[in-house]
């Protein structure tokens, strides 16, 4: 962590380069799934609730939280699962500003970025 965070190490050469190490086990019908991200409305009086749900691969934490960064939200929970070959993911976001994510067209465009962070990733493509 403190490499990456200095600079030291390159985290996208280092997921490739982990990602190549590992032979592809799983099944063709969940690299095919769709991830899907939900808003749990009511899940949390503090934060917005967002589930995602994909299949698991090397990175994928990683794509996901750069992608809330970059969306500008403040990550202030998190609980990740590992079912079988599928992550189902909760994350409890606020604005920067510290409310809860309540713009139907903000909403859509997290859910859009999310669902492309998570999508089936394949480290030798461009």
């Known amino acids: ?7 030291a190490l390159d985290v996208d050469a280092e997921l490739v380069r ?7 086990s799983r099944s063709a019908e969940l690299l095919a799934a769709s ?3 939900l808003w749990l409305d009511g899940a949390s009086a503090r934060a917005s609730v967002i589930e995602l749900r994909a299949p698991d691969a090397i990175g994928l934490l990683a794509r996901v939280s750069f992608a809330l960064t970059l969306l ?4 202030v929970n998190a ?6 070959v599928e992550v189902v993911d909760a994350f409890y ?3 920067p ?5 309540d713009d139907p067209v903000r909403r859509a465009v997290i859910t859009r970025r999310l669902e492309q962070a998570a999508a089936p ?6």
């Open 35 to 37: 991830p899907k991200a």
């Open 1 to 7: 962590m403190r490499r990456a965070l200095s600079g």
């Open 93 to 95: 976001v606020v604005e």
């Open 18 to 24: 982990r990602a190549a190490a590992y032979p592809p």
């Open 72 to 75: 500008g939200l403040q990550v």
């Open 97 to 101: 500003d510290g409310t809860l994510v």
């Open 79 to 84: 609980r990740c699962s590992t079912l079988g």
């Open 121 to 126: 990733w394949n480290p030798l493509s461009p």
